[in-house]
């Protein structure tokens, strides 16, 4: 019996080791699967940082990147906007090209207070939704507790994909 035992281990280590021989990293294997960059966004606000007076707009910008590149085939770029109080909100609406890789939306803010702005962009299977806090006039003094607080930005269109 212990000759068995000693003769099923012996088969099992060379089974083993046969198997596991086949699973060693080629040296090229770096080169074969390179991971791609993933996407990135530069986001603007321009030009003032003052509430809007009526008929006037604020420049959002959006430039989509990869691996410090231009991205020109963007499948979909998307604004959101939205004042951290609540009181103002602009949902996800698609960007206007401004030129490769450059997207921009217009949206007047009449209210001064802390905003954020959301931009999803979408390329392939990669999916990115950076967010950018920023500040418009003067801060309330609840404005002031959020940020505080270390205010994180929350907006009425989690639920909402692509």
Request: net charge negative; glycine share 10%; charged share 20%.
């Amino acid at each position: 019996m212990r000759n068995r035992m000693i003769g099923l281990g012996l088969f099992i280590g060379v089974l083993s080791s046969g198997a596991l021989a086949g699973c060693t990293v080629a040296p090229d294997a770096a080169e074969r699967y390179a991971v791609a960059e993933p996407l990135s966004v530069k986001m603007a606000l321009l030009p003032n940082k003052q509430p809007d007076d009526a008929g006037q707009m604020h420049t959002f910008q959006a430039t989509v990147l990869q691996d410090e590149q231009i991205v020109r085939d963007a499948e979909f770029v998307h604004f959101e906007i939205w004042k951290a109080d609540g009181t103002l909100t602009y949902g996800m609406e698609p960007a206007e090209t401004k030129q490769d890789g450059v997207y921009a939306i217009q949206k007047s803010l009449p209210k001064p207070g802390l905003y954020y702005m959301k931009v999803h962009v979408g390329k392939g299977d990669e999916m990115i939704m950076p967010t950018k806090q920023f500040i418009i006039g003067e801060l309330s003094k609840a404005d002031l507790k959020l940020l505080q607080a270390g205010a994180k930005p929350s907006s009425g269109n989690e639920g909402h994909h692509h």
